[in-house]
């Protein structure tokens, strides 16, 4: 089966450097959820869609913008990247609103700042 | 706001002994409850997930998880813990009614499984 795919697995970026993520949800998934997983720390939220408009956010950096595509991938842009964005970065995606069939993740993109 | 905690940082048991991974809730109305297993930099796996029937929820690798309501509780078990299962384990919630339909996580719980 079809998984959340996320590109790319591994980046290394400098300080002050830009970064794109991209998100590839399941087919007929209409909710695209964006989380960040500091060290040792639980997955905080970021940012949704739904059906290609922003759906809520949450602790997102004015640095960051994210915004849903036609055909339904998310790209999550980061600018003037500092050590502490230094993370996981999950996407996870939903459909009917995650009730009966939950969100699936990704497997992240793991993001270095140095 | 919702929120969840998962007051125990690490949790260590010996295979075949039963294991519980401990998880309260605060949420407004009734809740959606996830459990999802982290492996070493891996992604989150989906284990299983209470929306409204059976208190008691079976999900994948033997798992089976507990809601009480008074409690406000969703405690993780498996009667028999296998070394495998030694990973990283967040509890999740979100309000049946949240609009934004994001899950916020527990900080996670490390399950140490020795053999």
């Known amino acids: 089966a079809a998984g959340v795919i996320q590109s790319p697995r591994h980046l290394i970026k400098e300080k002050r450097e830009t970064a794109t993520l991209k998100c590839y949800p399941i087919?007929?998934?209409?909710?695209v959820y964006w989380y960040q997983q500091g060290p040792g720390q639980d997955p905080q939220f970021l940012i949704s869609?739904?059906?290609?408009?922003?759906?809520d956010k949450g602790s997102i950096p004015d640095r960051f913008s994210a915004q849903q595509f036609s055909d339904y991938h998310s790209e999550l842009n980061m600018s003037s990247l500092e050590l502490g964005d230094s993370a996981l970065y999950f996407c996870?995606?939903?459909?009917?609103?995650?009730?009966?069939?939950?969100?699936?993740f990704g497997s992240g993109t793991r993001l270095t700042v140095v | 706001a919702q929120s969840v905690a998962q007051p125990e940082d690490q949790v260590n048991v010996a295979e075949g002994n039963p294991l519980t991974v401990k998880c309260t809730y605060s949420?407004?109305?009734?809740?959606?409850l996830f459990w999802y297993v982290q492996y070493p930099n891996r992604g989150l796996q989906f284990l299983l997930k209470?929306?409204?029937?059976?208190?008691l929820v079976k999900g994948s690798y033997g798992f089976e998880a507990e809601f009480n309501k008074s409690q406000t509780s969703f405690h993780l078990k498996k009667p028999s813990a296998l070394v495998s299962d030694s990973a990283l384990y967040f509890c999740?919630?979100?309000?049946?009614?949240?609009?934004?339909?994001?899950?916020?996580f527990g900080g996670g719980t490390r399950l140490m499984v020795k053999p």
């Open positions: 996870a995606s939903s459909w009917d609103r995650g009730v009966n069939y939950g969100y699936t």
């Open positions: 087919p007929r998934h209409d909710t």
């Open positions: 869609f739904y059906e290609k408009m922003q759906s």
């Open positions: 949420v407004s109305g009734n809740p959606y």
């Open positions: 209470y929306i409204t029937g059976d208190n």
């Open positions: 999740a919630v979100r309000a049946i009614y949240n609009a934004g339909n994001m899950l916020t």
